[in-house]
């Protein structure tokens, strides 16, 4: 009866021990150093995919991991130096002021920075790896590898006859988290430079459908850039907690990208986390040193008026001057050192560094599970391009093959071609197995004007009479 009572309670602890985090497993009084390096260190904003890409045909040139990237704020070698593990690489744009087509060459424009990720995740494949879910993040993290999570920052090609596909495509493509608008105001939404009593300042009933599609499929809401009315609108919508990927709070350094005391309340009623973000001008005052010690003011802040289960870090490292002692993500050990000089428990260091920031990922993630349509046709869809092939024709025919189960049998479907969130019929030959789409107009290419668009998105669907849908989605280029 002993050794039965002494076998449960030695199953029970090794249970426990499973359940805990690794980071959290630590023995303790271990030094600062050694306390960040062993932390899930998270950092949910920067903008490097743009040094990536060749500033006019936006194809991917320079490898994170090559001595191209040594002058990057973030690159591989840095992020292992500061043992920075998972990061959420944002596809900036604002509207294509350089376009006569907006919408496209925005749409181009973040394709081709999520197609510029997914490129360097696959040249460094030893060491980095592109992640869409929590169990991947997971499986990164085991296998010691970099783990990059795709995101939007400012959904400027989202419009009300597109949208709603659109954002289905981006989620085929890994994006976990997006922020609907930059500084300036779209079909969606307002940024921080629209004055809060401005007509239409705030989240529109486009912005507010896609938010509510967001929620259902398992994308963060980013609040970042926000104006105060966009803000509060979109907190009155969402059904799961929020993130801020990088923003300050007014509390220390009152500035327009900064967060006040009453958004602040609105992200812990959330359940959300605000990232602090290391720009300098939103760290320190004009006239101020901005450095880490600063920095960790913000940070400090958000503890002592909301609580530490709502900050974490969002550097935006490659778009923004950093703090003093801070110029790369190679210093970020700094953050930890002065987190434990200040006081501040192991728990709570992993919080801040990371833990915050994937507990919204889980619960968004959890969200989604409970009301996202089921996947999985008793079919194969298997496009004919390659993620960032070259098409030189305007007007492609498209195809996929459609494989069913055992090889030969091919359930009955519904078929769709998606292309840039647009819907169109595609031709299905059930003996070739063959789904294929002409284009019936001319796809923006690259010509010989700037403003000609290039990056597209084709997503191949199936869906059978259950309801239940098999696709797969596809970046391509049109010269």
Known sequence: MKHNKRSRTLLVLLMLSLAIPAAWALPANLSAEEMHMNAIVVDTHNDTMMKVVDETSWFPVIDLGSPAAAEFQLNLVKAR???LKVAFYAAYTDYRTDAVFTTARTNSRSLALINALHWTAAQNSDTMMAASSLREIKQGLKADRHVAVASLEGMYQFVESNAMELLHQYYDLGVRMAGIVWNTP?????????ANDA????????????????????IIVDMSHMNEKTFFDTMAVVQAPVIASHSGVDGVRPHERNLSDAQLLALKENGGVVQINFWATTVADIGQVADIAKLVDHIDYVVQFIGVDHVGLG????????????PNAAFLPGITAELVNRGYSQEDNEKILGGNSLRVFREVEAHAQKVTSPRGLGITILPDLQPGEIIQDKKPLLTASVIGHGGHFIETADYRVIVDGMVYEPEFDGTAGVLALQMPTELLGRGKAEESGNFHVVTFEGVNTHGIISRETVIFYVW
Do not use: Y
Request: charged content about 25%; proline content about 7%; hydrophobic content about 35%.
């Open 186 to 194: 779209n079909s969606l939404g307002a940024g921080n430079h629209v």
């Open 315 to 326: 550097s935006d490292f490659d778009g923004a001057p950093m703090p003093v002692d801070l």
């Open 199 to 218: 007509p239409d300042a705030g989240l529109t009933e486009l912005g507010k459908k896609v938010i509510r599609e967001m929620n259902r499929l398992g």
């Open 81 to 83: 130096e500061g043992g």
